[in-house]
């Protein structure tokens, strides 16, 4: 049987995702974006409606990646 395989590729860019997602603030979300034609993710804004960081809301903005 054979074994599943990854390119280098497929490895840089779960390693580049991962560095998009830390850098980012934490309220907004990241939807991918299939199939990929040069546009990786669509971010969703939201932002804290609260002191306490429980609920966001959100901003009605979004911008591709």
């Known amino acids: 049987m054979k074994r599943k395989r990854r390119s280098i590729n497929q490895i840089k860019e779960d ?34 409606i609260d002191n306490k960081k429980t609920v966001a809301e959100t901003l009605g903005e979004s911008f591709f990646v």
């Open 15 to 48: 390693i580049s995702c991962q560095i998009f997602r830390e850098k980012i603030p934490e309220a907004w979300v990241v939807h991918e974006y299939k199939p990929d034609y040069g546009i990786d993710y669509v971010v969703e804004l939201f932002d804290y």
